[in-house]
């Protein structure tokens, strides 16, 4: 079993920016070989995914459309920790973001094929 917990979330303005991190804790597979993602969810709305990051070839990543550019994933091996670096912030970004692990060396953007997931950390972009 693996333990996500994510921080970093708050209030920003609109133009800011914002770090989140998830750290990961738990038994079983070393924490470098999983995919690890983020998702988010708008209130009234579907989860959607954001970003993700693998582990094999030194970690490709994937973004989605509406933050590529914007948003930055990454991975800390060492810490067991993903972060997700979040600039040029939009009311549209205004969220609970969550993190997720999947046993595997790929990302995928299906939130069904998460094998872990956090409790989320609240995003509120202001205008």
């Known amino acids: 079993q693996v333990q996500l917990v994510e921080s970093g979330g708050g209030l920003v303005q609109a133009g800011g920016s914002l770090r989140l991190s998830c750290a990961a804790s738990?038994?079983?597979?070393?924490?470098?070989?999983?995919?690890m993602h983020w998702f988010r969810q708008a209130p009234g709305k579907e989860r959607e995914f954001v970003a993700a990051?693998?582990?094999?070839?030194?970690?490709?990543?994937g973004y989605a459309d509406s933050v590529k550019g914007r948003f930055t994933v990454s991975r800390d091996n060492a810490r067991n920790t993903v972060y997700l670096q979040m600039t040029s912030l939009k009311p549209e970004d205004t969220a609970v973001y969550f993190c997720?692990?999947?046993?595997?060396?790929?990302?995928?953007?299906?939130?069904?094929?998460?094998?872990?997931w956090g409790k989320g950390t609240l995003v509120t972009v202001s205008s």
């Open positions: 997720a692990a999947r046993r595997s060396s790929n990302y995928t953007p299906q939130s069904d094929a998460m094998d872990y």
């Open positions: 738990g038994p079983g597979r070393a924490f470098s070989t999983y995919a």
């Open positions: 990051i693998s582990w094999l070839g030194g970690g490709s990543t």
